[in-house]
């Protein structure tokens, strides 16, 4: 007889608006093991978005986000279950029965959670510059009398600044849904609503695990409104759009491909940045798409120069959700979602499963918050006999990410395909 399993629901929410506190220098092991998990979560960014392209229309996610969830759950993880998580979000964990585990591995899995905590704290600590607002908040929401290890409920809250809240799934499921969704409003400042949807709790719901990042930056260099004018935009089958095409000469990283442009637009303080992906053929982000890997994209960050460019960019605004069950499956992770998996280490029981993966996110880009200081409209010196400016015009689609420079992370990535269309 199939044994009936308690289910928990894992829950990921980010919001960017239009669009960072340094690490202090660690000793070299620590800053080797940050780096190990900042390279993990960037393969897994990439890994990610392989799976979601497929979906038609624009795309926007924080893989950044779904990784910290996933994070918080590996932690109450055992055995099998836990080996597949790490090895399909590139959680550098070593397994616990190797006794000489390779060197890009950490050890322990504890030395895991503390390096990926000192990678969300540096995030965190942003805002307090007040140049902009960053932030990434946790929580986890608990059976009202269910008894989690006090182990894993302090490890979540030391190393992910995530507290238990004790709710009623049994017979108030609704309220609970209620409680949480009003969290995710307010962490995201109201640009996610309803991440739970009706009917995803039930009574026999235990746990559910959120996260929620918010972002709200200004550009470097800003784009003055007089500037933005009605453009066509090409879409992928040569149909035309018109949309409202930012724009400004400036110096910005730059390079180019046979095949396509990268822009990197900074926001204030240089600590984060939008990167653009702009393939040459209005129809070429779908090949583009197919040679975007983790080996691809640190050569073409190599190859970026300073150089003055004229740019065109669309304001867009998107928002997408997910249901990552399937996704997270393909990717390696299958006992979790089934009466195998082993989350022992938050119950001490064998009697949980993930019954969900929510993912929603939201992202506006305009020509707003921009400090004036930094813009430089000209470039003294430049004459006639010098070549003229090369111009990345992203007037059909192209794709793009969000990258904090102080740890390396990609916080976000996304495409446009028609700004357009309705967010």
């Not at 918010?214 to 992928?236: D, N």
């Not at 938050?346 to 929603?360: C, E, N, Q, R």
Request: with cysteine; charged share 25%; proline share 5%.
């Amino acid at each position: 007889m199939k044994t009936i399993k308690n289910s928990f629901i894992l829950l990921a929410a980010m919001t960017l608006v239009t669009s960072a506190f340094a690490f202090e220098e660690p000793p070299a092991k620590e800053d080797r093991e940050r780096q190990a998990i900042v390279r993990g979560n960037n393969r897994f960014v990439l890994e990610l978005y392989a799976k979601l392209r497929d979906k038609e229309g624009n795309l926007f996610c924080s893989p950044y986000s779904i990784s910290t969830a996933v994070a918080m759950v590996c932690a109450g993880a055992r055995g099998q279950t836990e080996q597949q998580i790490a090895e399909a979000m590139h959680f550098p964990i070593a397994p616990a029965a190797d006794p000489a585990p390779p060197s890009n591995l950490l050890p322990r899995r504890e030395q895991f959670h503390r390096r990926f905590r000192d990678v969300m704290d540096s995030l965190n600590s942003r805002t307090e510059k007040g140049a902009y607002e960053l932030h990434v908040a946790n929580a986890l929401w608990g059976q009202r009398g269910c008894r989690f290890y006090k182990e894993y409920i302090e490890l979540v809250e030391t190393n992910y600044h995530g507290r238990l809240t004790e709710v009623d799934f049994i017979t108030a499921a609704e309220r609970a849904r209620e409680t949480i969704n009003t969290w995710v409003e307010k962490q995201t400042k109201e640009k996610i609503k309803n991440l739970i949807p009706p009917g995803a709790l039930d009574r026999l719901t235990r746990l559910v695990l959120t996260n929620a990042i918010y972002f709200k930056g200004s550009w470097a260099s800003r784009f003055e409104k007089e500037g933005t004018r009605q453009a066509p935009f090409t879409l992928t089958g040569g149909d035309k759009v018109n949309v409202l095409m930012m724009n400004q000469t400036e110096t910005f990283n730059y390079m180019q491909a046979e095949d396509f442009q990268v822009l990197e637009m900074p926001y204030v303080e240089n600590e984060l940045s939008m990167l653009i992906f702009l393939p040459k053929q209005f129809d070429g982000l779908n090949e583009f798409e197919r040679a975007l890997s983790f080996e691809n994209l640190s050569e073409w960050l190599m190859k970026l120069r300073k150089t003055k460019v004229i740019a065109s960019i669309p304001r867009f605004k998107i928002t997408s959700e997910f249901a990552l069950t399937d996704v997270l499956k393909s990717m390696g992770i299958k006992d979790a979602f089934s009466d195998k998996a082993d989350f022992s280490a938050m119950t001490g029981m064998k009697d949980l499963y993930i019954s969900a993966v929510l993912h929603k996110a939201y992202v506006d880009v305009t020509e707003e918050g921009t400090e004036a200081a930094a813009a430089t409209g000209i470039v003294v010196g430049i004459t006639s006999v010098q070549p003229p400016p090369p111009t990345f015009r992203a007037d059909h689609p192209f794709l793009f990410l969000i990258r904090d420079n102080l740890t390396g992370s990609i916080l976000f990535i996304g495409r446009v395909m028609n700004p357009a269309a309705a967010s």
